[in-house]
């Protein structure tokens, strides 16, 4: 299956002169992600632990890059378009606040009666209205205007609120995005995703689960002689079977990590020297080739050898790198994300979202941005409104959103 023009089409309508004849359309969007804002400030935002805290862990830029590169080779080896691809997983995390998944709590819970937050539909708001790029002929935005295909492949969770095929908080559309939601998914089977997306969706899972054990064990939060101790292996089995892996039994999670500390893919210590570092890159390497590889066999097997793209096909992610995938994530989410010396940050870090949401909503006409007071005029409703001053609370890195914090309360 090629790419149609149906893929190829953009929700408001370009003037050809934009277009240079030697530039692929979805060549195209890559260059608007790799070029906006929205990209940029994710080097301050948190991915696990805080940007400013250590020169060594990655941020939000970093691991969308590594998610990036990962990819688009995997991508491509199934026959997708590898800036399609790219774009998607450039795109995956642009929605995320301030303080990661904590700061999206805490703005879901304030927003609660206004529909809520939800960090993969805010991306889509960031690519089809927030982020600046084009508009259309009445004067709305439409974001950085990307291809159909682009956008569909960037959508984790091809549904609105409510509406998703499985119960859950996640979704990939506002309500009052919807027009452009159900422009990028016509032709579409309802509640499925793309391939395009599906690759994305494993890149990510695969890069933060090898990643994020990778930044425990560099910055010392985690001691990998830990993970052959049972009492502290037990509390990493119930945190990824609870949070990453419900479908999955015990015992397939008890032999995951078996299969990863016994086939030595987990180094037994670290001690921070040259050696052991290359010791901890060589596992990242050898994890991620192992979970995308599995992948790609699972999928060739079903599908066979021809060009995989869009719905002619669906990822074939094996349960057994599943588990592992999850056992890492429980891993990075017992020792760091839930260590108790996190919980006081955590609380602050509500409290700075919820002082934000209140200072910028007491005066918004001469404190939000220049850029959002349009959206605030142009807002018709008090939700509208609100709506328009948690986009700009969102909009903020850790870092501006700790300094606004510090000057105005």
Not at 114 to 122: C, K
Not at 345 to 350: E, F, G, N, S
Request: aromatic letters at 6%; charged letters at 30%.
């Amino acid at each position: 299956m090629t790419y149609t023009e149906a893929d190829r089409a953009r929700w408001a309508g370009e003037d050809p002169v934009h277009k240079r004849a030697d530039r692929d359309d979805f060549a195209r969007d890559r260059g608007r992600l790799i070029h906006s804002a929205a990209l940029r400030r994710l080097a301050a935002k948190t991915q696990v632990v805080q940007p400013a805290s250590d020169d060594f862990v990655r941020n939000r830029l970093t691991h969308t890059l590594e998610v990036a590169q990962i990819g688009r080779e995997f991508g491509g080896a199934l026959g997708c378009d590898g800036d399609v691809v790219e774009v998607a997983c450039l795109a995956h995390d642009l929605g995320h606040p301030p303080f990661g998944h904590n700061g999206e709590a805490a703005l879901d819970r304030a927003a609660a009666d206004i529909g809520g937050f939800e960090g993969n539909a805010q991306t889509l708001r960031l690519l089809t209205r927030l982020e600046p790029k084009r508009v259309h002929p009445d004067g709305r935005p439409a974001g950085l205007n990307l291809t159909r295909a682009s956008l569909d492949a960037a959508t984790k969770y091809p549904w609105t609120k409510g509406e998703g095929p499985r119960p859950g908080p996640k979704h990939g559309a506002y309500g009052d995005d919807r027009p452009v939601f159900d422009w990028l998914r016509e032709g579409a089977p309802a509640g499925v995703r793309c391939l395009e997306a599906e690759v994305m969706d494993w890149s990510d899972d695969v890069a933060y689960s090898v990643h994020d054990v990778e930044d425990a064990i560099a910055s010392g939060h985690l001691d990998p002689a830990l993970l052959r101790d049972d009492r502290r292996a037990g509390e990493v089995l119930r945190v990824a079977r609870q949070e990453y892996a419900p479908d999955l039994s015990e015992p397939e999670v008890e032999a995951a990590l078996a299969r990863l500390a016994g086939q030595q893919l987990v180094p037994r210590e670290f001690d921070a020297t040259r050696a052991s570092l290359a010791g901890l890159k060589d596992m990242t390497s050898r994890l991620i080739g192992r979970f995308v590889h599995a992948a790609e066999v699972a999928t060739r097997e079903r599908y066979g050898s021809g060009p995989l793209t869009r719905y002619a096909a669906s990822l074939v992610v094996p349960p057994e790198s599943r588990a592992e995938v999850a056992v890492l994530k429980g891993v990075a989410a017992h020792f760091v994300m839930q260590a108790e010396e996190r919980v006081e940050v955590y609380v602050h870090q509500r409290a700075v979202i919820d002082d934000l949401l209140e200072w910028f909503g007491a005066d918004p006409e001469a404190r939000l941005d220049p850029a959002l007071r349009a959206d605030l005029a142009a807002a018709t409703t008090t939700a509208a409104r609100r709506r328009v001053v948690v986009d700009q609370v969102a909009s903020l890195t850790d870092v501006r959103a700790l300094a606004l914090h510090a000057r105005v309360r």
